[in-house]
């Protein structure tokens, strides 16, 4: 039952925050509105690290990009730490849509606050702060 119940909050929230990217841009593909989340939660990433994540060529990460980068929801900025490499960042257009989820996020919460006690959600942020923790260093295994 856990299982179920955490896949389908899971969904939900992915389900909100790409519906809300499409609804609110039809210049976007839901292919593109992943991508750029992605991007934004590798925070900074080369085009390279992109690509890898994505499991695509850096021709074909490349081209995504540029598509990205023409309807302004990307920039590249040169890397600090490599001058010959570009690091990618979301703009402000891309955030606009990710303060909506952000609101969905927030609404949700403030829910969760109202229906249960402080000490009840005080262990689910425990919670939830452990199950983050573990996915990290599962990472790292």
């Keep these: 039952m856990l299982t179920k119940e955490f896949q389908a909050v899971y969904n ?12 609110n841009s039809t210049e ?5 509105a992943f991508s750029l ?6 925070g900074h990433p080369t ?3 992109y690509a890898k994540y994505m499991g ?24 600090k730490e490599d001058k010959r490499s570009y690091r990618l960042q979301v ?8 303060r909506d ?12 606050e109202n229906i249960f006690s402080s000490e009840e959600v005080e262990l689910l942020e425990k919670m939830l702060h452990t199950v983050k923790i573990h996915m990290t260093q599962g990472d790292k295994e």
């Design 56 to 79: 695509i060529s850096q021709p074909n990460a490349t081209y995504k990009i540029n598509q990205l980068i023409e309807k302004g929801y990307l920039i590249k900025e040169v890397s």
């Design 101 to 112: 989820n952000d609101r969905f996020i927030k609404k949700v919460l403030g829910d969760i």
């Design 47 to 49: 085009i390279l690290e």
């Design 12 to 23: 939900l929230f992915k389900m909100n925050f790409y519906a809300s990217m499409c609804a």
């Design 28 to 32: 976007l593909t839901m292919q593109e």
């Design 37 to 42: 989340d992605i991007i934004y939660m590798l």
């Design 91 to 98: 703009t402000k257009k891309f955030l606009v849509f990710y």
